[in-house]
């Protein structure tokens, strides 16, 4: 059991770029491997991509995405007396945009568009505009926590 006090969380730095710390979150968790390069050539394509379809800025676009997919509300299972109930929660605010970075990343992946920067501008496009699969991953999370309202009182 460490004796001293637990070590802060240090903020990434941000993307050459784009000057974004979201950025380089998002390429941090897009890259297999240790690859960061590979990861930061995918997203700058992407963007690339986004502006060459939509005629908007790919930052904006994927700011907006990002914003978009934010979970605000999701369950979490709590056993009360040989029980398992879904208990819906709020999601703090460093996890909601973990979750939104992660199912941008899944959903893009399984496109069906040639390249991943294809599928990633793709995926973004659609989450700006508030469709696609990730859009519809945050809306059943919402629909899961609100149909197991009747459980909040298990609230730890």
């Not at 968790?29 to 005629?55: H, N, Q, V, W």
Request: charged residues 30%; contains cysteine; proline residues 4%.
């Amino acid at each position: 059991m460490a004796r001293k006090r637990r070590g802060g969380k240090r903020p990434p730095f941000p993307d050459p770029k784009h000057h974004s710390v979201l950025v380089t979150q998002f390429v941090n968790c897009l890259f297999k491997k240790g690859k960061k390069s590979t990861g930061e050539r995918i997203i700058y394509d992407a963007f690339d991509i986004i502006k060459e379809r939509s005629g908007s800025e790919g930052l904006e676009v994927f700011e907006k995405a990002v914003d978009s997919v934010k979970p605000m509300i999701h369950v979490r299972s709590r056993r009360v007396g040989g029980q398992t109930y879904q208990i819906p929660v709020e999601v703090r605010q460093d996890e909601r945009l973990a979750l939104s970075i992660r199912w941008l990343i899944l959903f893009a992946r399984q496109r069906g568009e040639k390249t991943m920067a294809q599928k990633l501008a793709g995926e973004l496009m659609d989450a700006s505009n508030g469709q696609g699969r990730s859009i519809q991953r945050k809306e059943e999370t919402h629909r899961m926590a609100e149909a197991n309202r009747a459980f909040a009182h298990y609230r730890w």
